[in-house]
């Protein structure tokens, strides 16, 4: 007779798949899948959300505790879709918020299939050809950035901020070698633009550098680094007795798009190390997480232009290429899949273009007694993380092959065109001011204003003369509360879904200048949804005038 223990684990058994094929246990297996995306498909509507507004409870969420009996897959599975309720959705045309796409259906199904086997990228026992694809996904993408994929190497890893820890370690251990094992012997720095991300502040705070010894090169108009001021920086903290650990070139800002000339910069390293005599070569990492993805624009004719875009997008395209074609110059660089690859989270790897530079954090075999036992590629021996979860590459390769290079042109060259038609409306238009009208990626960061302000001459006046900083702080919160208007209908179902920057960049007298966001990542939006844009501008400024 079983016993109560054996009667829950042999209910249990039913939760799992099936380790030998059954076809009657395999067809439940598949049939909850689709009961759960059924239960998802009905959540949908109209409007750019996943069911109805939910107020967010965290209070009544922190006394949750387990049950002391188990339930069943069903109602766990109706539980789990009601935590989509409420939830946007980044691929409706009408949802345009920060870099956010929606994947693809096969990467997907890339990022699914090893949720159901876990392979684990630690190693080749672990992950077989999982392993395979990883390295497949690298060489692809080094190819395409300008790498030689025979010297090159990467590994997927938890994020972008990843990617640049990754970057930074490897360039500290050139700066200050076997600094692994002795520890920082002498300060050291991270230098980058001051749009660059705050994961540089993140990276210097985590490795011990200090957030201090993050030193931000101002930049210029078009969001990027003034290159004339980058070798004096370095002079002055090797005057100081301070190591360059990474030289980050921002091929992309988040809010921006705004893109480093990382060949000037590169240059300039050269010449440093030659004229300074260095006893080593400082590192420069290209964070490229979202502007990798225009390397597929490398050798596209823009004259002949073969995919026919209109003239204003050719434009915007050749400008962002003529930044990215030089990527292969950086000694590593960040790629974020999930975002300008259409991937779900988490999908980004980091590159290196002398792959032998993985050797600087190997760890010795003696550390690691347990594992790597067999086969002949263990990424454990120098990743930070020792489980890596198989879904990051399977998703990357399944987009790198669906899309091929002019897929991803077509649907990069179509977000491009509608930013730039949303930028020509606003530009039209007496009340609104584009802010970054010099970059050409997707994102539209622009500014609204009341009635009777002269937008061709204030945003000026508002960046560079002090008299105006009680004008830009009451422009500033007139923005805000747009925002919060056509986030409140957002949150209703309703008009579009925006973003707000609190510091799109800050004044020549140090007060940040805050713009709201566009960024048309749907490959479903049209000329509609731009419009869409304009009528929920309009609608909150009315409804921001009858609050006066």
Known sequence: MATAYQDLVTQLRTAFPAPVSDRVHDAYFVFSFLRALDQVDALKSAAPMLGTPVELDYAAARLKTM??????????TAELVQYLSGMF????????????????????????????????????????QVSLAEVEAIAMTAALVGYDPARADGVFT???????????????????????????????????????????????NWLGLGEENVIAIPTTDDNQMRVELLAPRLREVMADGRRIACIVATMGTTDAFGLDDLEAIVRVRDEIVQECGLDYVPHVHADAVIGWAWSVFNDYDFEANPLGFRHRTVRALAGTARRIRH??????LGIDYHK????PYISSAVLLKDGHDFARLTRRD???????QSGTRHPGKYTLETTRAGSGPLAAIANLRLFG????????????TMAEALRDHLDGHASTTVMNGDNFGPVTLFRVYPDGVDTFSVPQQERTDPAYRETLLQHNAYNRRIFELIQADALQGRGVVLSLTDCYRKTDYGEPINALKSYILSPFSDDQHVNAVLESIWKARRDLSAES
Not at 163 to 171: N, Q, S, W
Not at 405 to 416: D, F, I, M, N, S
């Open 67 to 76: 049950a002391d009996d188990p339930t069943t897959l069903e109602s766990v």
């Open 89 to 128: 959705i980044w691929g409706h045309p009408r949802a345009q918020i920060n870099v956010v796409p929606s994947p693809t259906i096969p990467s997907i199904i890339g990022g699914l299939l090893p949720s159901i086997y876990n392979p684990n990228l630690v190693s080749e026992e672990s992950s077989r």
């Open 158 to 204: 938890f994020g972008g901020t990843g990617t640049l820890l990754y970057g930074a370690k490897i360039g500290l251990e050139k700066a200050m070698p076997d600094v692994r094992r002795k520890g920082l012997r002498a300060p050291a720095v991270i230098v980058c633009s001051d749009r660059a991300h705050y994961a540089c502040l993140t990276v210097a």
């Open 327 to 332: 990527l292969g110059l950086a000694d590593s």
């Open 340 to 343: 300008t690859g259409f991937t």
């Open 366 to 372: 003696e550390e690691t007694p347990y594992i790597f």
């Open 405 to 416: 290079k002019r897929g991803l042109q077509a649907l990069l060259g179509h977000l491009v």
